[in-house]
């Protein structure tokens, strides 16, 4: 089922992320890991509005997000050291890419659409992998760093302050969340339901429904390469790896993971990989083989993820 | 400058036979059971690994006949105990399935084989330039072009003059009647799967020759795979056949003129693919 | 003038023919029926009024201008609305949710990201006349793929309705259902046809709805057309007695 947050749950998950910064430490973690979890929870979710919201399987949107990293990166390093340009010139960099890929892509459907989405993905890893002189090449994109931002009466030193930047990307996350929630609420956010559920019906309705997939596909694009410009923020610094194929698998692994169906889903999903990603990676050398069996695993045994158990749980 | 044309688009239709080899197993299992094997590079690179580890012992040649098979009942083994359980669900799960196979393959091999770049050493005789004038025409070269053709050759035998040949290509059109005329499906989706792999593992031991062996080798040889999957238009093979072959082919050229747009020029030939013939080159109407 | 009009419309798969050369006027307010052994065509030639296939030649006009080549959510948008063999819903979302969807799109609000109180008002009421109307309101909250068949058969015909079409396609609206369900559906659509004054084609199996409903009755057979009629007429036929009735029996 597709239903839109409870009043009730909404409060506790707002409540958690707004204290997060206090009890983060208490439990072994650090004020950047929480960053890290909302930023790859934004991206998750993002890319849910999609998956589990319009029923469009993509498997490329690290590209997305790459575009927002690298649109940050480059700004900052070589055009004007203001992190809110930054962002800025992410986000459209990933918007505009999306919007002309996505003019192409719409017509097709299922595997063949997740196909073309991977391949057209890795043209924009390797524009960044190759264009050694201005990317950085494989080795990614340094020299820069965040900068604090002046808001006219005070001075927000997201670089000294690991909490300022924390409320930073929660900020950007309430934004992004906020207006996602809404417009699934709205008309328009319905019609998308309407294609998941069944695209002939849709279409009989009266529909156009690429024209539709493809604005929930911009719009699903957009919040991803917000979600990379703040990533590239939290790690003053730009990775090729950032835009690859196997970042979009993780993202579609934690939307899974939590639960397509639900709208939290993706943030319960980004938090267990995450966290689960820093400590593995830590203890062995071999944690891409954890990870991979980790997809597996998630596959077999928790299809409907986490809030999807729990859910039929409580029907039941 | 004839000449340095004439080598790279040589040596970009090489290339372009080991993306179609790997593309026309991948097009098998799509086709097939709707499954995008992601892992199929992961399975191209065991082939390469396996004939590595064969070669002292049997030779180049036991090598060549031995690692492709090896590979392919390993296929066999992974369909049976993980894919066959997605038949029928959101592909969504076989592809996040194969990409973690493929996550534990990469590592696997790296593991097992290490990081760097391993030497597999090809016969002598193969390996020396037949024409003073065309230096890039070595024995191994040719021999890789005439082995690929055969391969695509026997396929197609296979899928045309065959009883499970037959049956697989009926079951692409019509899966439900196929299995109520009596055909095992289970079965019939485990030997193609097989099939697949097994043209991934010969691409692997080719590939190795020419390349060089390394545990990333299967995925920087599998999106070009889907590449030539989708110009060549989904549920067609010899579709596959010529998308594999043309972007080979284009990114052997555009390497003359523009070396770091080799990798981008195929991602430029789908998007215009795509815009004007949204089905692909061979695609059939209606499929997808 | 007419409000559909098909101009020897030929449909054909590779080879195979379809529908040939079938001709046919629909009258604004009239409840039109077609019938046929199975395989004679007849979905065939509800896919090509709505848009859901291309004709290989022949013309359809509806309301006096040319739709042959029109996309179907166009169509729909000129006021032609149908409904499918196999029922066509949004499973997962409440009866409501169905409902609301398709008085939205009606409404012209698909693309808006929000409403004002007063469109939400008025998208409210409508769906509550749809629930009066067919009798659903009830199960207005529950998931429609929960419900009996014969009530997700009348979610999509409301559906449909919301649409304010001056032309609804029903597919076998009583396909697979119970005598009771039946009746209930054949009098729901007596209803609209009635009371809403929708131009009605649809195509049927049962007699007993057929002789009920139809004011006309066009008869497919082997994708040609082989009488048409009022529902007497046809009866008497002994072209659609030999063809048709006799088969059937």
């Not at chain 1, 694009?221 to 698998?249: I, T």
């Not at chain 2, 492709?68 to 959101?90: H, N, S, W």
């Not at chain 3, 799109?105 to 469109?119: C, M, N, Q």
């Amino acid at each position: 089922m597709t239903r839109l947050p409870k009043h009730s749950t909404s409060m506790v998950v707002w409540l958690l992320l707004l204290t997060l910064p206090f009890w983060m430490s208490a439990i072994g973690g650090y004020t950047a890991l929480g960053s890290r979890v909302v930023v790859l929870a934004l991206a998750a979710m993002s890319l849910n509005f999609l998956l589990g919201f319009t029923g469009v399987l993509s498997f490329g949107h690290a590209a997305y997000f790459g575009l927002g990293v690298y649109g940050v990166g480059l700004t900052l390093k070589y055009l004007l050291p203001n992190t809110l340009v930054g962002i800025a010139v992410g986000v459209l960099a990933g918007t505009i890419a999306a919007a002309v890929v996505g003019a192409l892509i719409v017509r097709l459907r299922g595997v063949y659409f997740a196909m073309v989405t991977i391949a057209f993905g890795q043209v924009f890893y390797f524009i960044a992998y190759r264009w050694n002189t201005v990317t950085g090449g494989d080795d990614g994109l340094s020299g820069w760093r965040r900068v604090p931002i002046e808001l006219g009466v005070t001075r927000l030193d997201i670089l000294g302050n690991d909490k300022a930047f924390y409320y930073l990307v929660l900020f950007c996350f309430a934004g992004a969340v906020t207006a996602m929630a809404g417009l699934l609420a709205s008309p328009f956010g319905r019609t998308l339901l309407a294609i998941r559920e069944n695209e002939r019906r849709a279409r009989f309705l009266g529909i156009p429904v690429d024209q539709h997939i493809w604005l929930s596909w911009v719009t699903s694009c957009m919040f991803v390469s917000l979600a990379g410009a703040l990533y590239a923020l939290l790690n003053n610094f730009a990775d090729p790896h950032d835009l690859r194929w196997d970042q979009s698998g993780d993202f579609v692994i934690m939307a899974v993971l939590g639960g397509m169906r639900a709208f939290w889903g993706p943030l319960i999903g980004a938090a267990i990989f995450v966290v689960l990603q820093d400590y593995v990676s830590s203890q062995t050398e071999n944690w891409m083989s954890f990870i991979g069996l980790f997809f597996i695993l998630v596959v077999l045994f928790f299809p409907r993820g986490v809030l999807g158990i729990l859910r039929r749980k409580s029907a039941s | 400058m004839t000449q340095l044309i004439l080598y790279n688009l040589f040596n970009g239709l090489i290339i372009g036979a080991f993306y179609a080899l790997m593309a026309l197993g991948l097009s098998l299992i799509l086709n097939l059971s709707g499954v995008i094997n992601f892992a199929h590079g992961g399975f191209l690179a065991i082939g390469g690994y396996l004939a590595y580890t064969l070669m002292p012992h049997i030779g180049f040649w036991g090598a060549l006949a031995l690692a492709p098979v090896l590979t392919a009942a390993l296929g066999l083994m992974v369909e049976r105990i993980l894919i066959r359980r997605l038949y029928g669900r959101d592909p969504l799960y076989s592809l996040l399935l194969t990409f973690g196979l493929a996550f534990m393959f990469e590592d696997g091999t790296r593991y097992l084989w290490g990081p760097a770049t391993v030497p597999f050493a090809i016969p002598d005789w193969l390996s020396t330039p037949l024409s003073s004038d065309f230096f890039f025409l070595t024995g191994y070269r040719m021999f890789m072009v005439v082995l690929a053709f055969v391969a695509v050759l026997a396929l197609f035998l296979l899928l045309n003059r065959t009883r499970l040949g037959i049956r697989i290509r009926a079951g692409t059109l019509d899966l439900e009647t196929v299995s109520v005329l009596g055909v095992n499906v289970r079965i019939l989706r485990n030997l193609n799967f097989g099939l697949g792999i097994y043209l991934a593992g010969l691409a692997g031991v080719l590939a190795a020759g020419m390349l060089g062996l390394q545990p990333t080798i299967g995925s920087a040889l599998i999106m070009p795979s889907f590449v030539a999957i989708i110009i060549g238009g989904l549920g067609s093979l010899p579709g596959t056949l010529m998308g594999g072959l043309l972007i080979g082919a284009a990114s052997g050229v555009v390497t003359v003129f523009f070396p770091s747009a080799s990798e981008a020029v195929i991602y430029v030939m789908m998007g215009l693919v795509l815009l004007v013939r949204p089905r692909g080159l061979l695609g059939e109407e209606g499929r997808f | 003038m007419s409000l559909l009009r098909v101009e020897h419309v030929t449909k054909s798969f590779s080879g195979l023919v379809a529908v040939s050369d079938v001709s046919m006027e629909v009258e604004e307010g009239e409840l039109r029926a077609v019938i046929g052994p199975n395989g004679a065509g007849k979905t065939t030639f509800f896919n090509l009024i709505s848009g859901f296939l291309r004709p290989s030649s022949g013309r359809i006009v509806f309301d006096g201008s040319d739709i042959t080549q029109l996309l179907p959510a166009r169509r729909v948008w000129r006021g032609i609305a149908r409904t499918f063999q196999v029922t066509e819903v949004f499973p997962e979302l409440t009866v409501r949710e169905n409902l609301r969807i398709a008085v939205e799109v009606a409404s012209g609000y698909r693309l808006r990201p929000w409403l004002s109180r007063h469109s939400a008002g008025k998208v409210e009421c409508r769906v509550g006349e749809l629930f009066e109307m067919s009798g659903l309101g009830p199960r207005a909250d529950r998931r429609v793929g929960e419900l009996s068949h014969g009530d997700q058969r009348a979610t999509e015909i409301m559906m449909s309705l919301a649409l304010n079409p001056r032309l609804l396609l029903l597919d076998e609206p009583t396909a697979g259902m119970g005598d009771q369900e039946t009746y209930d559906i054949t009098q729901l659509i007596r209803k609209l046809h009635k009371e809403q004054r929708v131009s009605i084609v649809l195509i049927e199996h049962d007699m007993r709805v057929i002789f009920h409903l139809a004011d006309r009755i066009m008869v497919l057979a082997e994708g040609k057309m082989l009488a048409e009629g009022t529902p007497d007429q046809i009866a008497a036929s002994e072209a659609v007695q030999t063809a048709y009735l006799g088969r059937a029996a």
